[in-house]
């Protein structure tokens, strides 16, 4: 039974750029949910996704966006590349009929802005 | 979400429990306590969580006080493998992709 998978595992982008990531959550869940982890801090709360909707939003900029797809895969865009958004980006899924608050999460794309 | 509070760091002897405290004296009626680990270069797995009742599972107990205001999870017999940032948060089920993580315990495992 495949977990929650990440693609890429890492990246180095330069500011101004655009980057997407992408992630394909452990079989039979419908529900992907993004964080950004900086270094040395806790996961943050991005994104939700359901039904290929954005469900619940973090305290983030609308350079970040994303997208489910109808197999229930995510991707993760952040546009215009910023010095502070180097950081660990975690996709994490889960199976909306019982919610119990269990995620599964990646390993993570890590990614490094110069 | 509530706030917790949780020790920077902690240290156990392997072979011993490991018992990790975390305060949440704001939690409302409706939130559960979740407990995370995340070992290094790793993402976050899931544990244990809880309501009211204590709770027990292959990984570990949780105990949380009867005013709910603080609880404890324990690791039985701690070994290597445990050492690890551990992440104590408070939260509904309407809200449970929704978690809100602090800066967690860093727990080291010791010979």
């Known amino acids: 039974d495949a977990g929650v998978t990440q693609s890429p595992t890492h990246l180095i982008k330069t500011r101004g750029q655009q980057v997407t990531l992408r992630c394909s959550p452990k079989s039979g869940h419908d529900t992907v949910s993004w964080y950004q982890q900086a270094l040395g801090q806790g996961p943050q709360f991005i994104f939700q996704y359901y039904e290929e909707e954005e469900r619940q939003r973090g305290n983030f900029p609308d350079r970040f966006s994303g997208h489910q797809f109808p197999n229930y895969s995510s991707e993760l865009n952040v546009n215009a590349l910023l010095l502070g958004d180097s950081a660990l980006y975690l996709c994490?899924?889960?199976?909306?009929?019982?919610?119990?608050?269990?995620?599964?999460f990646g390993e993570g794309s890590r990614l490094t802005v110069l | 979400d509530a706030k917790t509070t949780q020790p920077t760091s902690m240290d156990c002897a392997e072979g011993r429990a490991a018992n990790l405290p975390c305060n949440h004296s704001t939690i409302s009626g409706n939130e559960y306590v979740y407990w995370y680990r995340q070992i290094h270069s790793q993402g976050p797995q899931y544990i244990i969580h809880?309501?009211?009742n204590n709770e027990t599972n292959e990984m570990a107990s949780l105990i949380i006080t009867e005013d709910r205001k603080s609880s404890t999870l324990i690791l039985p017999h701690a070994t290597l493998r445990d050492t690890a940032v551990y992440y104590c948060i408070a939260g509904d089920t309407g809200t449970a992709s929704k978690l809100t993580f602090g800066t967690g315990t860093r727990l080291q495992v010791t010979l």
């Open positions: 994490a899924s889960s199976l909306r009929q019982i919610n119990t608050g269990e995620l599964f």
């Open positions: 809880g309501l009211k």
